[in-house]
């Protein structure tokens, strides 16, 4: 009997790095929320190097991906544009800070789309399907928040950022658990 489960992210077995980075971005976000002083440079330097990261392990993933399953797509894609924007914020802290809200615009809109996507993908084959559209669209509403108000007060800015991170970390972790690969048990 072969039960295999077509998902739209695949299985993988770097889920554990997946795992590693949301635990970090939790404290990141609690740690934004009580130093709310250290302001745009220290969200666009620990965003900057999170995306940078990320974007390595999603190509790691994307790689492994090819071999056993498909959606090595979209983590190739998620991959390249989380470096690239990654290496922006990093390298150029001025220009960081004048754009950072529409990089967080940007990154969660390609995060909703991809995970409203991937709900739709996965009506038949998971029964928790519903909670990657919920996923989906509560990263809409923020990127939207961000995209139409940019320039709003340096504070409100920190404070999303820190529930963005928060929230971008627990969606990682139980993330992680669904894209671990399962034993095969092997029946005669």
């Known amino acids: ?35 709310p002083m250290a302001g745009y440079v220290a969200i666009s330097i620990l965003l ?29 894609a998620g991959g390249i544009f989380d470096i690239f924007i990654g290496f922006v914020l990093v390298g150029n802290l001025i220009l960081s800070e004048l754009i950072l809200p529409y990089f967080f615009a940007f990154v969660l809109l390609f995060k909703s789309i991809s995970n409203i996507i991937s709900s739709l993908s996965m009506v038949k084959a998971n029964k928790y399907w519903w909670l990657y559209m919920i996923n989906g669209i509560l990263l809409l509403i923020v990127s939207f928040i961000f995209f139409y108000t940019p320039f709003m007060s340096a504070y409100v800015i920190i404070f999303l950022s820190a529930f963005a991170f928060i929230y971008w970390g627990i969606n990682l972790i139980l993330f992680s658990i669904d894209i671990k690969p399962t034993k095969r048990v092997i029946s005669y």
């Open 1 to 35: 009997m072969n039960e295999t489960v077509m998902q739209f992210w695949g299985k993988t077995r770097f889920w554990w790095i997946i795992l590693i980075l949301g635990i970090l971005l939790v404290p990141a976000g609690v740690w934004l929320l009580f130093s």
């Open 48 to 76: 900057g190097w999170s995306l940078v990261i990320f974007g390595i392990v999603q190509l790691l993933v994307s790689s492994d991906a090819v071999h056993h399953s498909h959606g090595w797509g979209w983590w190739l």
